[in-house]
């Protein structure tokens, strides 16, 4: 089969065989570069080829099932599983194969705010195995997703808006002013943690930074990672219950400053085999109605 | 005397006699628009007429006494009120006038990160008498103030960034783009407080903004009253001793926003006379070493 993980930005094409993945290549045609009516012929110049070869299933996921993909698929309400969400797959109108689309995962949270997931669904089916029958998983990134497995499903989850409120501050606040690039300061991101930790509100701490600068006490090239150490300090102080164990998915600097975070918090970080996507694609294709 | 509340981006004038605002005029002349070495030229302009008339003190508040405007004052630790503030102006090299500066104060949290104002002294010296012995007030802004007074003294303070957070997160993340401007929806704001008094962390609150918009639980014109309810909530939440009566400071439009949040939260909310800087420029004008 084919799996494609087609989100905002890229369209990452997976050739599986036996679950196992046999090619693979990536582009940039994001959702957001596809123009209107044009994912019929986006995904043929993908992979007509592996079509063509034989390979007449195609299974898609991520934000190409947004309002701004394909179709908008509907989400799935939790607790599910790979078996519930290959049930639920949607059939899409193509020529040539049997294209599937997987669709997003909804939930609420303790004061009954809605949640949602779309691709994220994909990537934990493809890591249950490291993640057992329960456990938790965080998936850091724009908004990082904390995750509870029970008996093999997801059974709720909680979205953190950190990633893109350190991008907007860093780039649209004073506190950007008094920051150079560059790469991550550990102790600076580690002196954010112990600030984020002792007590006090976020947005308070928040002005530290721009106070710390003025005063000479953090330097211009550690204020980004000071304030990252801050952000993620305060979302994993909240999020993770007591002495957990976690896995982690995603790019693997950002997935090493948040065990750097959970360890201090008294969890265990683990990280996820790769190609989380991929995997997911082949679990779930597994589960879903090929014609 | 003339007591000038020099800011970033505006240039206030006042003429005082006997403790009471006679005339006053205001200009766009704030630091951000004063050439290199302009400043005595842009005083001179502001009231050389009030000087030719009579008025031999001049005295400066505000980001004037910053790095980026005419000098850098240094900041007068905390405790300070009117006197020492008073005692410590900085006499300014300007010729047909006796022009002293008043500097900012400093103070540090409990965890030891430093606070500094500079313009808000002298606010909070003119609502002195408001206020009373002892007390809280509140100076809601970019870079809101929560300001505790002992024994007719700035005693401590602490600086929430929620009104740039406001900004940066409408204007430059996925939030602002399901809102539409407008005024404030009262029952919106009220949703957000009550989100934000109900526990759970503000980096997962500001996600729900987003799914209440994709569930049709939220409208556009909703959005950014909802987003202000929770960062002020959580400000006021963390910020409000116990059933405290707090004088408000500020732009009458979002102390009433604070005033509806501090209500919620059990405490008192009270608004000060206006003209708090020209009322505090006269009191520290009186304290002042005048040549």
Chains 1, 2 share one sequence.
Not at 231 to 239: K, N, Q, R, T, Y
Request: with cysteine; aromatic share 6%.
């Amino acid at each position: 089969m084919i799996g494609i993980d087609w989100g905002t930005t890229h369209l990452r094409a997976y050739r599986i065989a036996e679950d196992r993945v046999i090619e693979r290549r990536e582009s940039e045609s994001g959702i957001m570069h596809v123009p209107a009516g044009g994912f019929p012929d986006v995904l043929r110049r993908a992979v007509a080829d592996w079509i063509e070869a034989g390979d007449q299933q195609v299974l898609l996921a991520g934000m190409v099932g947004s309002r701004q993909g394909w179709v908008e698929a509907r989400y799935v309400p939790c607790p599910a599983g790979p078996e519930e969400i290959g049930a639920a797959v949607i059939p899409m109108p193509f020529e040539g194969a049997d294209v599937l689309l997987i669709p997003g995962l909804s939930a609420e949270d303790n004061a009954g705010v809605p949640e949602v997931m779309r691709g994220e669904e994909t990537e934990i089916a493809g890591v249950m195995d490291a993640i057992g029958e329960s456990g938790l998983t965080c998936m850091p990134g724009t908004h990082t997703k904390w995750v509870r497995i029970a008996q093999g499903r997801i059974a709720g989850f909680e979205t953190y808006l950190s990633g893109e409120v350190f991008a907007a501050l860093r780039d649209h606040t004073i506190l950007g002013r008094m920051m150079t690039p560059g790469p991550v300061v550990e102790s600076a991101f580690d002196r954010g943690l112990a600030r984020a930790r002792g007590g006090g509100h976020l947005l308070h701490h928040l002005f530290g930074v721009r106070t710390l600068g003025l005063m000479d006490r953090l330097a211009e090239a550690e204020s980004a990672s000071y304030l990252s150490g801050l952000l993620i300090g305060h979302e994993v102080s909240a999020a993770l219950p007591v002495q957990v164990r976690v896995v982690l998915i995603g790019a693997p600097s950002l997935c090493a400053l948040y065990a750097r975070a959970i360890e201090a918090c008294g969890g265990e970080a683990a990280t996820a085999l790769p190609e989380a996507a991929a995997r997911g694609l082949a679990r779930i294709g597994k589960a879903a109605p090929w014609s």
